[in-house]
């Protein structure tokens, strides 16, 4: 375990075996779709990358940049788009990928940006959702894992851009960013 980690939530091999239950059940459900993966930056990249790996089925990927935390282990509660898509997603079946669902601010603003594009469908995947209530809830189509309403790190999601590299989640200690 990281020295500056309090607990891990879930293992390599964890998520190892819930990416591919996840790749699975993508693929039964858009077999005979025109599915476009969009992953929200810099968080999802690894979720996604492992992700489309896994998946049998023709598809093609983008991303979205989105930031709402920087330096902090709280929302800001201001969502700044910073990067749009690149590809032509109209009248295709969308599937947004992101590492986690805390406060669904960011989820919002790129749904909203997404719906823009014309998609024909769009859903939501998120590796990891926070447990804990919400003004307004998006409904998410795909979870990975259900967490506690702690501030993790690992697997993509980071403190200050540190901890992405982590192969587990896990909480980090309150001496580090306290």
């Known amino acids: 375990m990281h020295p500056d980690l309090e607990t891990v ?18 693929g039964e459900d858009y077999k005979d779709k025109n599915l476009v993966l969009v992953a929200v930056l810099k968080g999802a990249i690894i979720f996604m990358a492992d992700l489309t790996r896994k998946l049998t089925l023709r598809h093609s990927y983008d991303v979205v ?17 910073t990067k749009d898509i690149d590809i032509d997603i109209s009248n295709r079946d969308v599937l947004l990928v992101e590492d986690i669902y805390d406060t669904g601010r960011t989820m919002k603003a790129v749904c909203d940006l997404i719906w823009l594009h014309g998609p024909n469908t769009l859903e939501i995947c998120t590796f990891l959702y926070k447990e804990k209530s919400r003004p307004s809830d998006l409904p998410v189509k795909y979870i990975g894992f259900r967490i506690p309403d702690k ?11 540190h901890y992405r590299n982590l192969e587990c989640i896990g909480v980090l200690k309150k001496q580090v960013y306290g």
């Open 9 to 26: 939530l879930l293992t390599k091999e964890q998520i190892e075996q819930r990416v591919t239950e996840l790749a699975r059940e993508i």
């Open 65 to 81: 940049g989105a930031s709402s935390y920087g330096k902090s282990t709280v929302s800001s509660g201001q969502v700044i788009i």
């Open 151 to 161: 501030f993790v790190v690992g697997y993509g999601l980071d403190y200050d851009e």
